[in-house]
């Protein structure tokens, strides 16, 4: 197989492919680590698998590579099945969690690397690999070692050398698990960018909700080895379909409730329910922060217990009348009065929620 | 300022610590005086014995020329050249993709593996000749009756260090995600391991080869046995006849396998120095290789 290395190298082979998981299964032993995943990635978009240690994600990522089998199911490229196509055969660029530059190459070969095998021929190699390392904002880092480059470096050189063979699918392994908090935001930006440049369809496995929502299209919220979300970021966060992703997905407290009809009363507030949630009685109403109210009020059932301010936005955690504990964030200029041991009284900014059976 | 507080406090610490170092040093200084003497009086004198002149009571390099002028001494020399680069190669061939790919793709039998490699070990030369006897007359039915044959044989004796060594390397390295990477970018099975696992094992590979090379150049029980003339056992024949040349030529096999040791050490040295260099830090290699030992038995 011979690259195309175009006029214009920071293209990838054509604005990206469909990627599709047919009731793909996969068990280690008598262990199910993935259970009748259905997903399909639509072409050039940029989706996160995004879930706790062991809930399938990575082994879904490395099912679409090539790295795994499925036990059952089948993977489809533009409607081609892969299933059984060799890692080494499937044209997809992948960023690993661990450090993977091959230690005795410089950046530079190291994105040559996949171009080599291709048989592309010198001057060309070089001359794309130095726009992938320049994509990547390291083209002045080119002959140094991997143990030269720090964390953040490598894993940008990674980067670019998965992208510099024209991927059909670019495939993110948690790849800035390793990096520290300020170096994890600015690559996690990075690698936004060059995937929005570059149109190349890509998945992006994380444990970290922070990354997926800021990253991604649309997240994959997994559980257990089952998919139990695809949204866009704000749809999750926003009408969690049910109480796991409504936990791993931002702050979320828990009021008990009673529904009745289809609506329920929290926090002495009438609300409907969403799709999902019980359907009669005992309940608990799962609550954002940002939906909470809190009014300092003298006569009002709930403590003010911490106050933390964070410039515009700040959070308060109260404790109601029964003795739970609520968080509430509201905006920072509103904070007069909510002190610690200050009484006040709570509010719902709410029209539906999801109810869970207690 | 507080520079002259630390100045006070570190002074009236300085002293026991200084005289504490100097003992310290002391004593690395005899030891290691005391072990270079061990290991430096007899090959000076083995130097000086293999160089000295009965005649003239001067010194002669007659010894050391027959070296390689005496046919039975030089052919056994060549002997033992080839065979350790025959089973160089052969134990490279063997377990380097055998380890790579039990690694990689069978990791269960890692433990068997070990087991095996390092089973030699427990054996007596003497009981693995014995029972390899019969083995040998087939080997001299198919190859002929060739010296090289024992090749197969070192193969199996130096199993034990060369699986050291290479495990080491392996260990020093993340070989699964190094192989995921380059088979996510088009590579075979074949060209993980020539292009990206192997060259990043030069230093295991260096430890192994040379460890290998050492342990033949020593070897006696099996070629003697076997009736093999290889350097040792063209040493001990010679010895009967000639001291002075038979001492020489061991002298001369120790110094080969010590600069070989030596090269390995300035090449792993070099190697680690770069590494810390570029990644900022000081890096131990370590080949993972038993010390050396010449068997002579």
Redo the contacts between chains.
Sequence with gaps: MTTQTSSSPRTTGGGGVEVRFEAVERYFGSTRALDGLDLTLRPGELVALLGPSGCGKTTALRILAGLDEPTKGRVLVDDRDVTAVPANSRDMGMVFQAYSLFPHLTAQANVEFGLRLRKVDRARRAARARDMLDLVGLAHQADRYATELSGGQQQRVALARALAIEPSVLLLDEPLSALDAKVRTQLRDEIRRVQLEVGTTTLFVTHDQEEALAMADRVGVMSDGRLQQLDTPQELYAHPRNAFVADFVGLMNRVPTTVTDGRAVVLGVGVGTVDGSVAAGAGTALVRPEQLLVRPDDSGSAEVMFVQFSGAISRVRVRTADGSELVAQIMGSALGGLTVGARCSLGLDAERLLVTAS | MSAGRTEISTGRTRSPRRAAHARLVTFRVVVLGLVGLFFLVPLLSMLDFSTRSFLTSGRTGAAWAKLVTDPLLAGSIVTSLVLAALTVVLMLVLLVPTMIWVRLRVPQVARPLEFLCLLPLTVPPLVIVVGLKNVVLWLNYLFGDTPYVLALLYVVLVLPYAYRALDAGLSS??VT??A?????????WA?VIVR?IV??LTTALLSAAFISIALVLGEFTFASLLNYNTLQVAINLQSKSDAQESVAASLASILFAALLLVVLSVVSGGRGRA?GR??GRTTAVTTGTPAPSLPSS
């Design positions: 390295i993340d995600t190094l995921e990477a380059a088979r996510s970018l088009g590579a075979g060209t990206v060259p990043n590494a570029r990644s």
